[in-house]
């Protein structure tokens, strides 16, 4: 049966962030022919409205109020809110990101749907939606099922591939004016500082080169920045270097970190604690690098290289330079 269906639209300093993309794809996969449509908040929603009609999307509602234009709880909840008493969708995705972890819960209970969290897979069985989640960091996974009510998910990102993008997509614009009363607006975002630096988002990253303890200095994650430029991934890191104070926390991967799927993940000189295996043991290829045979970081590696990281990183550089020269 077919089912409606509304995503909303992630942005991150202006641009669609891929998971909005990849919501769409899920979108269609559990819509079954039923309208998709995608919310997307801020005053330049408007333009990026081509992309999200692009894949997928057959509807798209803008709401451009300047309250939306940063990210506060409130003015999201309300808009989205009454995006949603709008639309009457069956079906709502978010992407599992700061967003959609923080806005979905409230607008859960406030239309009275449960709600599946850090959904990593979708499949469809005769009419009935089943979504994968991982549960106990990441050591096992659960599968489950709306009974009854609103499907509402939120989608970790980089595990439901985007749909390649259709140019000669075209979608309907509509501008939804909603109320946002602005002494309900409790919270005044004056400025972001951004701390980590710019490249790849590390979270939607498809390579990520991470550095723990191993690495031993803040000089010493240069050569896995190096590389990591080199493959157009991002630098990531274990808690350990993050307490040693070699880079921010805000690279932090694990459990109290970020959690990752990219297609490679390469950790040098990281042992392999169960709180960093939480936030990166779903990559698709892991590359282990660590003098000790012994770290547990091989056990969940697909390869495994016993060696010094200072060695063996700028050898894979040269080689990678070679290949993709
Ligand atoms: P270490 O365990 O010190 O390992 C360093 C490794 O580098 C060793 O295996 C060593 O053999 C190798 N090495 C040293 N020199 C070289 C070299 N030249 N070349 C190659 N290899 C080398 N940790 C996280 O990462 N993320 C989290 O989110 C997180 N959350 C936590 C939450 C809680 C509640 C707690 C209690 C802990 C958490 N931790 C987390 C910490 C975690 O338990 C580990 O302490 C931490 O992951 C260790 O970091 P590390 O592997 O970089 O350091």
Redesign the pocket.
């Known amino acids: 049966m077919s089912k409606k269906v509304l995503i909303l639209a992630d942005i991150r300093e202006g641009k669609l962030r891929n998971v909005s993309l990849e919501s769409l794809a899920a979108a269609k996969m559990v819509a079954d022919g039923g309208e998709i449509t995608a919310a997307i908040f801020g005053s330049n929603g408007k333009e990026l409205a081509d992309t999200l009609a692009h894949h997928g999307a057959d509807k798209i509602i803008t709401v451009s109020n300047q309250e939306l234009d940063q990210y506060t709880t409130d003015a999201y909840f309300q808009a989205f809110k009454q995006v949603i008493d709008h639309v009457g969708p069956e079906v709502i995705f978010t992407g599992h990101t700061a967003v959609g972890r923080d806005v979905s819960p409230r607008i859960a209970a406030r239309i009275g749907a449960g709600l599946l969290s850090d959904v990593t897979g979708i499949e469809v069985d005769g009419g009935k939606v089943v979504f994968t989640r991982p549960i106990y960091a990441g050591k096992a996974f659960v599968k489950k099922a709306v009974k009854e009510g609103i499907i509402f998910a939120t989608l970790r990102p980089n595990n439901i591939p985007a749909q390649e993008a259709d140019t000669t997509r075209t979608a309907d614009v509509e501008d939804l004016s909603v109320t946002l009363a602005a002494d309900t607006i409790r919270t005044i975002v004056k400025d972001v500082v951004k701390k980590s630096s710019d490249g790849v988002d590390l979270s939607e990253a498809s390579v990520i080169v991470a550095g ?3 690495v ?1 200095s803040e000089d010493g994650f240069k050569p896995l920045e190096e590389l990591a430029q080199l493959l157009g991934g991002a630098v990531g890191a ?4 993050c307490d040693s104070e070699y880079c921010d926390y805000a690279l ?6 970020k959690v990752v799927t990219p297609d490679l993940y390469i950790a ?9 295996l ?2 990166m043991s779903n990559s698709k290829v892991i590359v282990a ?4 045979p012994e ?1 547990p ?1 091989f056990q969940v590696a697909d390869y495994g290289i016993v ?4 060695e063996v990183i700028p050898l894979l550089t040269e080689e990678f330079k070679k290949v993709l020269a």
């Open positions: 723990g303890r191993g031993k274990s808690r350990g270097a932090q991967i694990g459990q109290t970190g040098a000189g990281i042992s392999g604690a169960i709180q960093h939480a936030g690098i660590n003098k000790d770290a970081i060696g010094d990281l200072f």
